[in-house]
């Protein structure tokens, strides 16, 4: 092939490359995703990476490079070119597929799932252009505690450097090997710690010769109050019925919905706690939004209403108003949707302390000197 000829190809590569990226910013307006790279620093300093170990020649799929170590902001989530000043070591990288040039492996960085190119930027984003699949790598390996996936964002990435210190605190990693507590919106592993600390408090008042260790406390913890919530919400499908929640986010609204039915006199389970939750809330709510799409679905036709399920129109037809049983809401909104980052809402999970008191028999929490009920 000659070289005029090559030229042109190597041009049209790089303009379509930029297209592609432009296009890709401008989706981000309309999906709200986030579409730049993950600085691998930034990665290191909020979840805490630890332990390199070398790992060899690999064969990496590219769709798992998510981040880099220093070219992060020169190209987007698809590893295609975000600046200009990318064209001429970008090119050269293209010119030399046209020319059968063999070029050296790239150098990456996994951190659980993903990688971060260390070496070889452009050619990843060059082979990601032309449709490649896998690349050969030098891959370094870097252990962190908490997960990262080739769909983690930014805003993600701060929710796992909170998940990644309450690991650290805990060690429930190492505890309970299989655990994967993962919430939705931020602030929400500090009223978690709050509720290891509780429950080992009554534990000591209810077992005073069998006083816990903290390891022990959110072992018992973990046990006996997180997992039957999170076994009932699999058994029973629960988060079909709240969409873009996670198990750890009902944990924490089933709680409160406990202190809610303690406070009227009703001891349950946890189990039958979750179970009562998700009745009166999860099933009216979705059931009331597939009333809502019920006529959309009949424009597109007799087959799609029934996609929509009776079963969450019946649970809309037989729900009534839930929101109007708990005392002090407003009646706009569930539990479900309340928002802990509020200093309000944080006021409300410290009593957790004091429900605890009431569900085991034993003395409410000692509140501090000027306090208001129920503050821990």
Known sequence: MSTPIINALVNQDYERARRKAWLNEVATLFTRRKNELLSFDEVS??????????????????????????????????????QTTTRQRWTSIDRAYYEDVVLPPVTLYQVGDVYFVKDGNHRVSVAHQKGVKY??????????????????????????????????????????PDQQIIFSALGR????LEHIRVHRYFFSIDHPDEAL???QAVQSWYDTLYMPVVRTIRE??????FH?????????????HRYSLAKQGQQISPEQAT??????????????????????????????VFEISGRLIARAVNSGHPTAEQPGLPLAV?????????PAERGRTAMYANWLAASAGATPFPSRSGSSEGDI
Do not use: C
């Open 334 to 342: 569930s539990p479900g949707e309340l928002d802990l980052d509020q």
């Open 275 to 304: 179970e009562d939750y998700d009745e009166k809330y999860g099933r009216s709510r979705e059931g009331l939004k597939a009333l809502l799409l019920l006529p959309a679905a009949m424009m597109r036709g007799v087959g799609h």
């Open 45 to 82: 300093r909020l979840i805490g990476t630890s332990n390199q170990s070398y790992r060899g020649m690999q064969t990496v799929q590219i769709e798992k490079v998510v981040g880099s170590v220093d070219r992060y902001a020169d190209f987007d989530r698809e590893f295609l070119p975000a």
């Open 236 to 241: 029973n499908d629960t988060l079909a019925d």
């Open 135 to 176: 690349v050969d790598a030098e891959v370094i390996e870097v252990r962190s505690k908490v997960p990262i996936t080739k769909d983690t964002d930014a805003r993600e990435l701060l929710l796992l450097a909170e998940y990644g210190r309450f690991l650290e605190q805990t060690d429930l990693d190492r505890l309970r």
């Open 189 to 192: 592993y500090d009223v978690l």
């Open 244 to 256: 873009g929640r996670t198990e750890a986010d009902l944990y924490l609204w089933v709680m409160d």
């Open 213 to 215: 260790t903290w390891e």
